[in-house]
């Protein structure tokens, strides 16, 4: 076991910021992921487990190796990718973005065909979520139970933040990061989060006309995501399903760290579908 100066001296420079961590440098073949002050050892030992058990059952995964501890900050240690995020391919080659899209849809409905019951339930996590929010009316809240409750549970691996920045492409190898809300249900579910990030999530730096022109490319990069997980289109009670398990995602997403813009459209996109939706 190294010191903490030794491992404080190992630590190379940043190479990841997310909403959870940021990424340093460890060694040739590694990185840590370095969760922020705050981040509970429950929390990143969850990671650590759910990891674990995925890199066994699945081939997208970069392999984790421990935790390590740097002052007050807990840190996860894994192997380090080769490639780059399909964000900044998709940056690089705009006329490709169908391709990536079906890409991501072909290894997304892939990690729908494993099933592990020891994974916790994303149903669960959402109304969890649902009935904690302080972004959330009561009677919104009782109204969107309701709608959950009449979704399907299932067993299939949910990613549950399965978007371009977590996606990383090499020549030989696709790998798939950030399984820290992993969980087992219906595949919809997991698919539904996705369409949902690409539709609604905000850059608050971009400009204007970059957002206009980031819609044009969102839209292209789903009706691919969508071309490569339904391959023979998707049938009518597919489409509906997924509106469904999309509206509860929203109304979940509201107690996530977005921007007041984001929180706002948010908001508004939720209110009109709860006025659309019939519930049993």
Partial sequence: MFSEARREKMMGRKIGTGRTAEVYEWSENRVIKLFYPGASLEEVNREYKIQSLLQRELPFLAEV????????????????????????????????IFAYGQLMGR??????????????????????????????????????????????????????????ENIYVSEDRVTVLD???????????????????????????????????????????????????????????????LKVWETVLLAARLSEHLSEGEKAMISKVLSSRLEEIQIP
């Fill in 107 to 164: 290894i997304q409905c892939d990690i729908h065909q494993v099933t592990l019951s020891s994974l916790p339930s994303v149903r669960k996590s959402i109304r969890g979520i649902i009935t904690g929010s302080a972004y959330l009316l009561e009677k919104e809240k009782e109204v969107l139970l309701r709608i959950l409750s009449h979704l399907p549970e299932g067993e299939a691996v949910c990613h549950m933040d399965f978007h371009p």
């Fill in 179 to 241: 399984w820290m809300t992993a969980g087992k249900g219906h595949p919809l579910a997991d698919v539904a989060r996705t369409q949902m990030i690409l539709k609604y999530a905000l850059l608050p730096e971009a400009s204007l006309e970059e957002r206009q022109q980031m819609d044009g490319a969102r839209k292209e990069l789903l009706r691919g995501h969508h071309k490569g997980y339904f391959p023979q289109g998707m049938n009518r009670e597919e489409a509906k399903q």
């Fill in 65 to 96: 190796y421990g935790l390590e501890k740097l002052g007050e900050r807990i840190g996860l240690l894994y192997e380090r990718v080769q490639g780059e995020s399909l964000s900044a391919e998709i940056f690089r080659n705009p006329g490709k």
